[in-house]
Structure formats: structure tokens, C-alpha cells
């Protein structure tokens, strides 16, 4: 491998600020398909989706349920069901929150 080359990492703190950053951009109160939101925004941001790509890498279930769970966290949203029909792509389902 070239010296000049390397790999970029993305850890779960970072995967943390990016969730941050996206819902200090949504509006209180949360709507209920704010994971949706999240992972929309993502999918619309060349950067954030870049991200996205590299901390998911070949394990894309298991990125996209520790999203949902700092959206949860974060928020500090209770889960009250499921949707199975997400707008994003990133995702093919997600957890309906709320207060």
C-alpha cells in the first residue's frame, strides 16, 4: 500500500455528533417518524452520506440500528410501534417514537 494512502475510520462517537447535528436541525416536538427523518438526512447530504458509507461498511443492519438508538437516546423519545414503509432508502424500517 502506497504511504500516502490511507484508511479513513469512522467510531461510534462520530456516528453519535452526526446524529446530534441532524436533529439539532428538526424542530421540537419530534415527529414520530423522526428516525426517518435522520436517515434521510443523511441520505440527502453528500457528506453525511459519505460517512454513513464508511462507518456501515459491509454491516449496514447493524449501523442503521445503533442510528435508531441514539435517535432514541438522544431524543429521549419512547418507541410506540413500527413503520414498515420508511421514505429513506438507507433503512426498511424504523421505530415510531414519541412522548
Do not use: W
Not at 419530534?30 to 436517515?39: A, G, K, L, R
Not at 460517512?51 to 442503521?64: D, K, L, M, Q, R
Amino acid at each position: 500500500m502506497p504511504e500516502n494512502s490511507y484508511e479513513e475510520k469512522i467510531y461510534t462517537e462520530d456516528i453519535e455528533d452526526l446524529v446530534e447535528q441532524i436533529l439539532r436541525k428538526i424542530s421540537r416536538p419530534y415527529p414520530q417518524d423522526i428516525t426517518d427523518q435522520v436517515f434521510l438526512a443523511i441520505e440527502n447530504d453528500k457528506k453525511l452520506l459519505h460517512y454513513y458509507t464508511i462507518y456501515a461498511g459491509s454491516n449496514a443492519g447493524a449501523a442503521n440500528a445503533f442510528i435508531g438508538k441514539m435517535v432514541k437516546e438522544i431524543t429521549g423519545l419512547k418507541v410506540k410501534g413500527t413503520c414498515g414503509n420508511p421514505k429513506s432508502k438507507l433503512i426498511k424500517s424504523y421505530k415510531i417514537l414519541g412522548y
